[in-house]
C-alpha cells in the first residue's frame, strides 16, 4: 500500500515536493526514477510483502531485453500463482514482491494483464519500447488514481494534492459541485477541479508520450444476473470463495487483525479470519448514548475469543478531527462516518499494519433498505395504475402513500427522484438515470438487483464508501483488505435470486441463513445499523448553526454555490428539521470547511 505520482517530463524538485506530499500513503520510504527529459516516476512506500530492499519502488523489470518499470499502488493478492504461470514461461524473479509480478505480467500479456489479478490497485507502468505510460485502476476502485492533462502536460497522482503540487489552475468545476451537494461526494470520472479527473474502477488509460494522447478503456464488467436456485450448491460456494478470498487477504509480512463493530458483516469476516489464526487483534470505535452498539461488539467478541480493543469516539474527537481532516480528504466528502473512521484507523495502527474489513457485504447480499423498499414497489405495481393514484388520495398511512407513489414512477427515476424529494440539478439527474438504465439492461429490468448493482458501479462503492476507508486508513498508514470486495463474490452475488437478498420486510435473507451457523442469534437478527457518528445531533447545536449560516453567506459571497442550491437551502434545508436536512446540512458545513482549507 503506498503513494504513487508522475509526469511525462522531468523536474525533480516537483517530483519530491508531489511525494512529500504523500508521505502518510507511504512513510517508510521515497523513490523516484527519470528518463531522460521524458517521464518522472515517484513513489512512496508503505511496505507489506517483502520488506526489504527488493520490493522497493520504482522497480524495473527486464525480460528477453524488454525493460519495463512501474510505481503501483495496492495488493494483488493472488501473486503467488500468476508468478508460477509466469515462471512456467520462463520469467525469473528476484524479490518476493507482488510488484514484480504484475511488471512481468505486463511484459507477457500487455494491457490485458489486469484481468489475471485479484486485487486492489492503482499503478503506472512506463513501457520505453512502446513509447507509453499504462495506468490501471482496479475492478471495484478501491484504490484512487487522478490525472490532470492539458494536451501538453500529463500529470498523475493518489491524491490530488500531488498534482497541486504542478502550478496548474485551481478552477472549481460547478458540475462537480452540483454533484457533491445532491450525491455527497464527486463521483469518478469528475473531481472538484475543472481540469482533474479520477480514473474509473475497471478502467485502464494509455498515454502515448510521443503523440501525446490518452486512450481509456473498461478491461472489465460486471456479469449480467443469472440467479441460480440450488440453495446447497450456493452455500457450499458461499463457503469456498469466503475461505479463498480471506486467505490471499491474510497473506502478509507486518502484523493484521480485523474491524469488528458487531454488525452482520465484519463478524463474518472475523469467524473466517480464525479459521487461520488462534491470536486475533480486533478493533472498533463505539459512540455514547443511544448510538453505543459495544453490547453487539461484545458479544461477538467474546464469541470468538478475539484480542478486542475498543475506543469511544466523543464530540470533543469530532472537533479535533475538523481541524486537520481536510489534508487527506482533499476534495469535498461529506459521509460524516470519515470522522470516526479516521480515528479508528489510528487507533488500529498502534499495534497493526493491515486490517480486514465487512465493507461490501451490503451490496453483495442486499443490505441496504432501499432495495427492501424497491423490492416492495415491485409488488406495488402489480396492481393497477389507476387503482395506485386512487389509492394515493387515500391511504393515509406515510410509508404505504410513499410506497405508492414510487410505484408510479418509470424505474429508471429510482435514484434521480425517489431517493429524496429534494433538488438535483440535471447532471445528478442525468448520472444516476443513465447508470440505472443501464443496470436494468443487465439485471433482465429488475430493479432491486439494478440499484444493488448501481451501488457496485457508482452510488455507494468506488468514490463514495471506499474513497471514505482509503484516506481515513492511509491518513494513519493502514491497509484496509476488504474480502467481501473480492470480484468473484461481487460475481457471485449476480448468481443470487432476488428473494435470497430481500423479502418484503427483511434485509440480507440468504446471508442471515448461511451465517446462522457460526454467528449467535442476537447477531445475526439484529435490524441495519451504519456506522453512522451522532453529528445529526451536535450539528443542532447553536454553535454549528452560527457556522452553517455562515457557511451559506460566505458560499454565496464567493459565487461558489449556484442561485438554485441557495434557493434551495434557505427553503427546503433551513426550514425544515428532518434526517435528510440535517445530511443537507452536514454536506454544507463540511464543504465549507474544505474549501476554507484548501481554497482560501
Known amino acids: 500500500m503506498c503513494g504513487i505520482n508522475g509526469f511525462n517530463f522531468v523536474d525533480k524538485n516537483l517530483l519530491k515536493q508531489m511525494n512529500d506530499s504523500l508521505n502518510h500513503r507511504g512513510p517508510e520510504e521515497a523513490g523516484t526514477f527519470f528518463y531522460q527529459k521524458k517521464v518522472s516516476l515517484g513513489h512512496r512506500r508503505l511496505a507489506i510483502i517483502d520488506l526489504s530492499s527488493k520490493g522497493s519502488q520504482p522497480m524495473s523489470y527486464t525480460h528477453k531485453g524488454e525493460k519495463v518499470t512501474i510505481v503501483f499502488n495496492g495488493e494483488i493478492y493472488n501473486f503467488q500463482e500468476v508468478r508460477k504461470e509466469l515462471k512456467k514461461k520462463g520469467y525469473e524473479f528476484k524479490s518476493d514482491s507482488d510488484t514484480e509480478v504484475v511488471l512481468a505480467s505486463y511484459i507477457e500479456w500487455g494491457k490485458n494483464c489486469v484481468n489475471k489479478f485479484n486485487g486492489m490497485w ?23 488514481l487522478y490525472y490532470y492533462f492539458d494536451g501538453n502536460k500529463f500529470i498523475f497522482s493518489s491524491e490530488i494534492k500531488g498534482i497541486l503540487k504542478h502550478k496548474t489552475k485551481r478552477e472549481l468545476n460547478p458540475e462537480s459541485i452540483d454533484l457533491y451537494f445532491s450525491l455527497g461526494f464527486i463521483p469518478s470520472p469528475y473531481s472538484i477541479y475543472k481540469n482533474i479527473q479520477k480514473l474509473e474502477q475497471r478502467q485502464s488509460l494509455i498515454f502515448d508520450l510521443a503523440k501525446k494522447e490518452i486512450q481509456k478503456e473498461y478491461y472489465y464488467d460486471w456479469p449480467n444476473f443469472n440467479p441460480k436456485k440450488n440453495k446447497k450448491n450456493l452455500k457450499k460456494e458461499f463457503d469456498s470463495l469466503m475461505v479463498d478470498s480471506v486467505k490471499l487477504r491474510m497473506i502478509s509480512d507486518v502484523p493484521l487483525g480485523a474491524f469488528l463493530s458487531g454488525g452482520l458483516d ?30 453487539n461488539i461484545n458479544i461477538t467478541k467474546n464469541h470468538f475469543q478475539t484480542n478486542h480493543h475498543h475506543k469511544y469516539f466523543k464530540e470533543e474527537d469530532f472537533k479535533k478531527e475538523l481541524k486537520n481532516i481536510f489534508e487527506y480528504y482533499d476534495e469535498p466528502f461529506s459521509d460524516p462516518s ?33 432495495y427492501k423498499i424497491a423490492y416492495q414497489m415491485e409488488i406495488l405495481r402489480k396492481i393497477p395504475k389507476l387503482f395506485r393514484k386512487i389509492l394515493l388520495k387515500i391511504v393515509l398511512n406515510a410509508k404505504i402513500k410513499e410506497g405508492l407513489r414510487l410505484s408510479l414512477l418509470s424505474k429508471d427515476k429510482f435514484y434521480s427522484e425517489a431517493r429524496d424529494n429534494f433538488y438535483k440539478p440535471e447532471i445528478t439527474k442525468e448520472m444516476l438515470s443513465d447508470k440505472l438504465k443501464g443496470c436494468l439492461r443487465k439485471t433482465n429490468g429488475n430493479l432491486v438487483e439494478a440499484i444493488r448493482l448501481m451501488d457496485i458501479y457508482l452510488y455507494t462503492l468506488p468514490d463514495n464508501f471506499l474513497a471514505k476507508v482509503d484516506r481515513a486508513s492511509m491518513a494513519n498508514s493502514l491497509e484496509v483488505r476488504c474480502p467481501f470486495l473480492d470480484y468473484r463474490i461481487i460475481e457471485y452475488s449476480m448468481k443470487l435470486p432476488t428473494k435470497y437478498k430481500v423479502s418484503f420486510f427483511k434485509e440480507k435473507t440468504f446471508f442471515r441463513e448461511i451465517i446462522s451457523q457460526f454467528l449467535p442469534k442476537k447477531i445475526i437478527n439484529q435490524k441495519k445499523k451504519g456506522f453512522t457518528p451522532p453529528i445529526n445531533s451536535w450539528i443542532q447545536k447553536e454553535e454549528y448553526s452560527k457556522e452553517i449560516s455562515k457557511a451559506i453567506n460566505e458560499l454565496a459571497k464567493a459565487k461558489i454555490l449556484s442561485k438554485k442550491w441557495i434557493a434551495f437551502y434557505n427553503k427546503e434545508i433551513f426550514t425544515t428539521d428532518s434526517l435528510v436536512s440535517n445530511n443537507y446540512k452536514i454536506r454544507l458545513f463540511l464543504f465549507w470547511y474544505w474549501w476554507k482549507y484548501w481554497t482560501k
Open 122 to 144: 492503482a499503478f503506472c507502468i512506463y513501457d520505453p519500447q512502446k513509447k507509453i505510460l499504462f495506468l490501471s485502476r482496479d475492478r471495484v476502485g478501491k484504490k484512487p
Open 266 to 295: 465484519s463478524s463474518t469476516i472475523v469467524n473466517y479470519v480464525k479459521k487461520f489464526t488462534k491470536d486475533l487483534n480486533t478493533y472498533s470505535i463505539g459512540f455514547e448514548g443511544k448510538y453505543d452498539e459495544s453490547p
Open 338 to 370: 470519515m470522522f470516526p473512521t479516521k480515528f479508528l484507523t489510528k487507533f488500529a495502527k498502534e499495534k497493526l499494519t493491515v486490517c480486514l474489513s465487512g465493507d461490501g457485504g451490503d451490496e453483495i447480499f442486499g443490505g441496504y433498505p432501499r
